[in-house]
């Protein structure tokens, strides 16, 4: 995973040794000997994650981590400390100036280099959700996110089940989110369908070589319903191997079981924290995609969607030997309706419609609005006598009782016209173009027919 580390250490010494050892482990380097010196580097893009390693001539590691974080807001530019001598207090103020990871000197190399790597992929994992969501806000298919942080749900997951429910029950009593055990076997299975995943999992280690913690944190990372969680691996001793292992494995943060109260909170809530931002970024992205192949009004399929979704099945009948009926339908006398009643009922009827339509239809049959009144009606496995039924019960459920609509005095009565084409045994190399040319017409034949009538394609009429 290639990223540029921008180290900063007073001694040329020290900087040389991590270039080195940065250099070995494929990532590119920049060095800083000062806080001003770091601070120029970081104005120019670039730096992917900073390193520091001591306190500087012109100001301290935490001053320096406070003035990052004020330019570079969390996620975007990870940081990491490394310090001699970190008590609890010194330790806390690390994480709450802004940093990332906090790494007691001497730290392994394996251990350092897990902690980048698992840095670096959620930062580029942000960075891809940011990207989407800025391309759905610019076409104005997002609106946005909420600040809100609600509770979270979290669950501890045991080595040794006692020692888990001890943990779960002081950490409910203090914090402000749900916490309980839960075996991590079921959650990687799929845990139980009726209750989403936790938000977070604390994953006791037990510190031996074959612990399966470790493939349990793996698992989780695997699975698409748990993906996401924010994982807290806790190690029973000062092995660096296996934190590093953890992190490797997917855990977003790792520390000992002995961790003082306070910092075990605070790492819970920056995790977290950070778990609901991605979540509200990751929502926004579903949103804006979800707009752009939906019709605002009735929350069909639209135009954009519908074409290259009727190309994919139309190739999926032709591969199954199978027909595909391909209908328009098309609301009858409309334009009286909006010129009658005004825009607001025409919409509402509109919306309606769309509602009957969608009620008659199979799980499996796409229907999208293509057109002011328009709708496209695409339903695999049907032979013409059944695909024509399919057509006449969508007729039926828009003509069988009148429309209420709030502003209209008077209930009102709509109908529809439908053409059908089909795909035919003897056509599989009809495209899906050539099939809404064919369905278009026998709409033409339809409204030209009378309206509210059914019309199939004369060239595959019986």
Known sequence: MPGRVLIVDPLPTNRIVMRAKMNAAYFDTELAASGAEALAQLSNPGAALVLITADLPDTTALALCQRIRALRTAGTLPV?????????????????????????????????????????????????????????????????????????????????????????????????????????????????????????????????????????????????????????????????????????????????????????????????????????????????????????????????????????????????????????????????????????VGDAVLQQVAHRLRTALRPGDMLARIGGEEFLIAAPGHDRRSAKGTAEALRKAVAQAPLHVADCAHPLRQTISVGLAMSGETSPARAPAALLAQADRALYDAKTGGRNAVTLAKQTAA
């Not at 392994?108 to 698992?118: G, Y």
């Not at 040794?160 to 943990?167: E, K, T």
Request: aromatic share 2%.
């Open 80 to 344: 990491v400390m490394i310090g001699r001598n970190w008590d609890t207090a010194r330790r806390m103020d690390a994480l709450q100036a802004g940093a990332d990871a906090v790494l007691d000197h001497p730290v392994s190399d394996t251990l350092l280099m897990a902690q980048i790597r698992c840095l670096l992929r959620t930062r580029e994992g942000l960075d891809e959700l940011r990207l989407r969501e800025g391309s759905s806000r610019a076409l104005g298919l997002a609106e946005p996110p909420q600040s809100f942080q609600h509770p979270a749900r979290v669950a501890v997951i045991p080595d040794d089940v006692p020692a888990a429910a001890r943990l779960a029950k002081t950490l409910d009593a203090r914090l402000p989110h749900a916490v309980a055990v839960a075996e991590g076997a079921a959650l990687v299975r799929g845990g139980d369908a009726a209750y989403p995943p936790p938000d977070l999992a604390v994953v006791l280690l037990n510190g031996r070589g074959d612990d399966t913690a470790l493939q349990l944190i793996a698992g989780l990372r695997a699975q698409p319903e748990t993906r996401a969680m924010a994982i807290l691996a806790l190690a029973s001793g000062d092995d660096q191997a296996i934190m590093a292992e953890a992190l490797e494995r997917g855990a977003n943060d790792v520390t000992r079981r002995d961790v003082a109260q306070p910092e075990l909170d605070l790492r819970l809530a920056r995790l977290i924290g950070a778990k609901q931002r991605a979540d509200r970024l990751r929502d926004t992205v579903h949103d804006g995609l979800r707009a752009a192949v939906t019709d605002a009004l009735t929350g069909l399929y639209n135009r954009r969607y519908a074409l290259p979704q009727l190309a994919q099945m139309a190739q999926e009948a032709r591969n199954s030997g199978q027909e595909l009926a391909v209908m328009i339908a098309d609301l009858d006398h409309f334009k009286s309706v909006n010129d009658s009643h005004g825009h607001a």
